[in-house]
């Protein structure tokens, strides 16, 4: 389709080079990736006990390989009493039995990398779960013994030390502190967890956690993983003598205020990341980390990406953007310019399993001034959500997360364009910020609800047909199916298909750069050389497009009738053009 004779030309200026996408076999592959990350819990269900595992995610493969990602991240799937969705780790060199055996996860690499994905694991480096043999050892042991200084063990403080070590408090709402009976019965010394009472934090500075995180890393990399995500990779060093924090905070983020915060954010991270990338860099074939850093900064995010560092990083800053033209615009230009300074690549990410689904989000009104809130209980009320603009949003919001330059997180379900489940009933609720937060945050279960993947009820074929999956599942994903989208031009689905296959094979998309082309105001243009415009509508009004242009994929019917050749982009539309055939 060719865009009409009309009016304005918003294409002139330079357009600069990107290297494009290229051979998905290229040792650096995993700058231009779409790494797709896989809730295993939620994924799918091979054995009909309500929880996905293993063997759902092999009998889907399938389904990756037709949306066209080029990894997936799968999150935790080690033994764990799941006090935290599996980020509570019982045991880093095993596989949980409720997700299957060692023997079914070397089938899974092995598959994976036949259909052509490559597999990323997750670490969870900053904590390990209280049955963690290390965790049960200290508990038994004696305070100042080798067993306890694998954590973070002080006396409480006051009178016979009843009061916690610090003001520290959890992410997950209360105390950070938790005091141990020690084996006679009396109360002893108290430990630190930044998350979950069962999450006790690990002490980076003994040398023996250090080693044995570098042979977890080693242990997976011999079984054909191609790389982990690092949990809460800015928050492993705490400052000496565990300092008040002094003020109540909330959340992960490390706040922009502060630069010598306690617990966030710490230098002394990147001498672990500099280690762990020996290790990486020790495999013939590449290894690669993605960090999970909830950082100030796009500035403080490229310390993690330096050369001898981790490879890549969420970038927060972009999930965290309005739908506003001009604040994306900041955020993209910030990105870029940051990480090219340390050569990294940009990536992008709207959704995951911690946020609430972007398709909610979009259908909010929008922050006017700072960043945008991702959980529920920040958001505006669920009476202002518009589900059919968020989705209309959505759609516009993943052409242009895919056009821009480096590599882009898919959450699962985005390219179902599913929306936060927020009316789950109480006694459903297992994210431990229901229970810590005293009932006042419901927490992250509403964008953690099992896949729709066909039929008209649930289970939606995530399990065989008695399966009860683990959250309830809306009655409205019977219009969300995989099956109910794959044969709809229209759907969710076939717009990340299409996206996906361009991206794959058009020489512009991926790495490199962009150049901002004239646009009106509330409207995002840009290029990529060669060839290749996106055009994102923000603003209230339909804007024209550059006169015979190309379309190369559109998130929605353009308008300005037949007569105009459809030379209009709607509100909150984008569009893909070919602009290597441009008039003039
Ligand atoms: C970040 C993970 O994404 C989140 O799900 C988890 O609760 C915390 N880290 C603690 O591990
Ligand atoms: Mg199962």
């Not at 779409?34 to 996905?52: C, E, K, M, N, T």
């Not at 509330?522 to 006169?547: E, Q």
Request: include cysteine; proline fraction near 9%.
């Amino acid at each position: 389709m060719r865009t009409g004779e009309s009016t304005s030309t918003t294409m002139s200026g330079p357009v600069s080079s990107g290297t494009g996408n290229g051979d998905p076999q290229r040792a650096d592959w995993w700058r231009s990736a779409v790494v797709y990350q896989l809730y295993i819990r939620s994924f799918a269900d091979g054995d009909g006990d309500g929880i996905g595992d293993i063997t759902g995610i092999r009998a889907h493969l399938g389904h990756l390989r037709d949306l066209g990602v080029d990894a997936v991240w799968i999150n935790p799937w080690y033994p764990s009493p799941m006090a935290d969705g599996g980020y509570d780790v019982a045991d880093y060199r095993a596989v949980e039995p409720v997700f299957g055996t060692a023997a079914d996860a070397a089938l899974l690499v092995d598959e994976a990398h036949a259909t052509g994905l490559r597999v990323l694991l997750d670490i969870v480096p900053n904590h390990t779960s209280d049955r963690h043999s290390w965790f049960v050892e200290a508990l038994a042991a004696e305070p100042g013994s080798p067993a306890r200084a694998r954590y973070v063990f002080r006396p409480g403080r006051g009178a016979g030390g009843a009061q916690a070590p610090n003001d520290w408090r959890s992410v997950f709402g209360g105390p950070a502190w938790t005091r141990v009976t020690d084996p006679d019965g009396t109360p002893g010394e108290w430990y630190l967890h930044l998350f979950d009472v069962a999450q006790p934090d690990l002490d980076w500075t003994n040398p023996e956690v250090v080693a044995e995180f570098e042979s977890i890393l080693r242990f997976w990399f011999d079984r054909g993983v191609d790389g982990f995500r690092i949990d809460v990779a800015h928050g492993l060093v705490k400052a000496d003598g565990l300092p008040d924090l002094g003020v109540e905070e909330k959340g992960l983020l490390s706040p922009a205020d502060r630069d010598d915060h306690p617990f966030w954010d710490r230098d002394g991270v990147h001498d672990i990341y500099r280690g762990w990338r020996k290790v990486a860099d020790s495999y013939p074939e590449r290894r690669v980390f993605v960090a999970e850093a909830w950082v100030s900064s796009s500035h403080r995010l490229a310390r993690y990406v330096r050369p001898d560092e981790l490879h890549s990083a969420f970038n927060f800053h972009y999930l965290n953007t309005p739908w506003d033209a001009a604040a994306l615009r900041r955020v993209v230009d910030r990105t870029i310019a940051t990480l090219a300074a340390v050569d990294a690549p940009p990536t992008w990410v709207m959704s995951n399993h911690d946020v609430v689904r972007h398709v909610s989000r979009l259908g909010r009104p929008q922050a006017v001034d700072g960043p945008a809130p991702y959980s529920l209980a920040d958001l505006p009320p669920v009476e202002t959500l518009d589900l059919e603009l968020g989705t209309r949003r959505a759609r516009a919001a993943a052409l242009l997360m895919f056009a821009l330059p480096g590599g882009a997180y898919v959450y699962q379900g985005d390219e179902l364009g599913l929306w936060e489940v927020e009316d789950l009933p109480d006694r459903s609720l297992q994210d431990p910020t229901w229970e810590r937060s005293g009932h006042t945050d419901r927490g992250r279960d509403g964008c953690r609800v099992p896949l729709p993947w066909s039929g008209t009820a649930s289970p939606f074929g995530f399990g065989p047909a008695a399966t009860e999956p683990w959250l309830p599942q809306p009655a409205g994903f019977a219009d969300v199916t995989v099956a109910a989208q794959e044969g709809d031009p229209s759907s969710m689905l076939s717009l990340y298909r299409s996206a996906l296959a361009l991206r794959r094979t058009h020489p512009a998309l991926g790495d490199g750069t962009l150049t901002w082309l004239p646009s009106a105001p509330g409207v995002l243009a840009f290029a990529r050389d060669p060839g290749f415009t996106c055009v994102v509508n923000l603003s209230a009004y339909p804007v024209a497009l550059p006169a015979g242009a190309d379309v190369l994929l559109a998130g929605g019917p353009l308008a300005g009738g037949p007569l105009a050749g459809g030379s209009e982009l709607p509100p909150d539309t984008a569009v893909w053009l070919a602009t290597d055939t441009l008039d003039g």
